[in-house]
T-cell receptor, first 114, second 115 residues
Framework: GAVVSQHPSRVICKSGTSVKIECRSL??????MFWYRQFPKQSLMLMAT?????????EQGVEKDKFLINHASLTLSTLTVTSAHPEDSSFYIC??????????FGPGTRLLVL | GQQVMQIPQYQHVQEGEDFTTYCNSS?????IQWYKQRPGGHPVFLIQ?????EVKKQKRLTFQFGEAKKNSSLHITATQTTDVGTYFC???????????????FGQGTILTVHP
């Protein structure tokens, strides 16, 4: 149980385009989903917290207009990187929390912006 | 805000040697969680410790939670090549925060095992 999927797993896009990443909890309802960014050999940097039916809470320094988060249902959250630039290239990981405190992570999305 | 520090950043061991990573929090934690991330993969939940002084074992892995609930350790006995990866500790987010389940991750310890 507690499977989280992420799509796409890899994406390459041109600078200036927008990219949408989906995060789904497959076998449980996620009250909260989190979006992280991870650079090579570094820790997970929390970007925002997504709660179904309400606006996402962004961490300090994360531009909400650049990283749009929508939590449409208890099993789906999306992160849209708008007007992507090369510096947005990174590994984006989502996680979902059901009834407990354990976070179940998706497999991540590797974004490369050319 | 809360800080979770983890050391060492890197650890290289010979297969069969033991390995320990340490985690320290600037504040008392209600619980601490440990995750493992294989190279190229995503973090996978290992365990959660809740009680002061708690010790839990998973085969060759031993997890400890300090008496003051501000530090924790993960010890691997007789490492194997399958233990390779980054080990993260994580504590609950800021007290009084609005987000249930929010975690603050340590920097992680990257373990390499030479066969």
């Amino acid at each position: 149980g507690a499977v989280v999927s992420q799509h796409p797993s890899r994406v390459i896009c041109k600078s200036g385009t927008s990219v949408k990443i989906e995060c789904r909890s497959l076998d449980f309802q996620a009250t909260t989903m989190f979006w992280y960014r991870q650079f090579p050999k570094q820790s997970l940097m929390l970007m925002a917290t997504s709660n179904e039916g309400s606006k996402a809470t962004y961490e300090q320094g994360v531009e909400k207009d650049k990283f749009l988060i929508n939590h449409a249902s208890l099993t789906l959250s999306t992160l849209t990187v708008t007007s992507a630039h090369p510096e947005d290239s990174s590994f984006y990981i989502c996680s979902a929390v059901g009834g407990g405190e354990t976070q179940y992570f998706g497999p991540g999305t590797r974004l490369l912006v050319l | 805000g809360q800080q979770v520090m983890q050391i060492p950043q890197y650890q290289h061991v010979q297969e069969g040697e033991d390995f320990t990573t340490y985690c320290n929090s600037s504040t008392t934690l209600s619980n601490i969680q440990w995750y493992k991330q294989r190279p190229g993969g995503h973090p996978v939940f290992l365990i959660q410790l809740v009680k002061s002084g708690e010790v839990k074992k998973q085969k060759r892995l031993t997890f400890q939670f300090g008496e003051a609930k501000k530090n924790s350790s993960l010890h691997i006995t007789a490492t194997q090549t399958t233990d390779v990866g980054t080990y993260f500790c994580a504590g609950p987010g800021d007290a009084g925060g609005t987000s249930y389940g929010k975690l603050t991750f340590g920097q992680g310890t990257i373990l390499t095992v030479h066969p």
